[in-house]
């Protein structure tokens, strides 16, 4: 007899269980500290999972950086789709302090280039904000010129077609075509 599990595609999905070993790398110690089981909620963010992490192991994560590997070394993202694992294969969690195994370069730029090319900035920009105030009066009067001339070229066209208006309303006959027809 084939016994079947009611599966209903209507409730949510359920917390995937992963084993995780512990590696303090941070206080110099490469061998596995603690072995436990983590369960994962279904689409949490990688900052509830960091939690459930350091509450799982009493981590202190401020001054820490987690790195997941899989069973071949490979890195895995901390996100709700790790997926589950056995006791026997456990994910590693290193346990690493910030720039551990990178020593950051010291600035390659010293301060004084940077702040000689912020002054040749500002200088160009304080040079153009002077050379635009000596030019607004100009500005404003070529501004106040156009302005006039656009205005009296509508001002002709206006009394272009108020001429051609009034021919069009007069009804009176003058007598003569003034045009040949074209029929």
Same mark, same amino acid.
């Given at each position: 007899?084939?016994?079947?599990?009611?599966?209903?595609?209507?409730?949510?999905?359920?917390?995937?269980?992963?084993?995780?070993?512990?590696?303090?790398l941070d206080k110099n110690d490469d061998r596995v500290v603690a072995l436990r089981e983590v369960s994962i909620p279904p689409a949490a963010e990688a900052t509830v =999972?960091? &939690?459930?992490?350091?509450?799982?192991?009493?981590?202190?994560?401020?001054? +820490? %950086?987690? *790195?997941?590997?899989?069973? /071949?070394?490979?890195?895995?993202?901390?996100?709700?789709?790790?997926?589950?694992?056995?006791?026997?294969?456990?994910?590693?969690?290193?346990?690493?302090? =910030?720039? &551990?195994?990178?020593?950051?370069?010291?600035?390659?730029?010293?301060?004084? +280039? %940077?702040? *000689?090319?912020?002054?040749? /900035?500002?200088?160009?920009?304080?040079?153009?904000?002077?050379?635009?105030?000596?030019?607004?009066?100009?500005?404003?009067?070529?501004?106040?010129e156009k302005l006039s001339q656009e205005i009296e070229c509508l001002n002709q066209?206006?009394?272009?077609?108020?001429?051609?208006?009034?021919?069009?309303?007069?009804?009176?006959?003058?007598?003569?075509?003034?045009?040949?027809?074209?029929?």
């Amino acid at each position: 007899m084939i016994k079947m599990s009611n599966v209903s595609f209507h409730r949510s999905p359920r917390a995937s269980k992963a084993w995780i070993a512990l590696r303090r790398l941070d206080k110099n110690d490469d061998r596995v500290v603690a072995l436990r089981e983590v369960s994962i909620p279904p689409a949490a963010e990688a900052t509830v =999972i960091i &939690q459930i992490i350091t509450t799982t192991f009493g981590l202190n994560s401020s001054d +820490v %950086i987690f *790195k997941l590997r899989n069973h /071949r070394g490979s890195l895995i993202p901390l996100n709700s789709s790790i997926p589950a694992n056995s006791k026997h294969m456990p994910y590693v969690l290193e346990v690493a302090k =910030i720039f &551990q195994h990178v020593r950051p370069k010291p600035r390659t730029i010293t301060m004084t +280039v %940077i702040n *000689k090319s912020m002054k040749t /900035r500002l200088q160009t920009i304080d040079k153009r904000i002077q050379r635009l105030e000596e030019l607004l009066p100009q500005i404003k009067l070529r501004r106040n010129e156009k302005l006039s001339q656009e205005i009296e070229c509508l001002n002709q066209k206006l009394r272009f077609l108020h001429k051609r208006m009034q021919v069009a309303d007069s009804r009176s006959w003058k007598g003569v075509l003034t045009r040949a027809p074209l029929w």
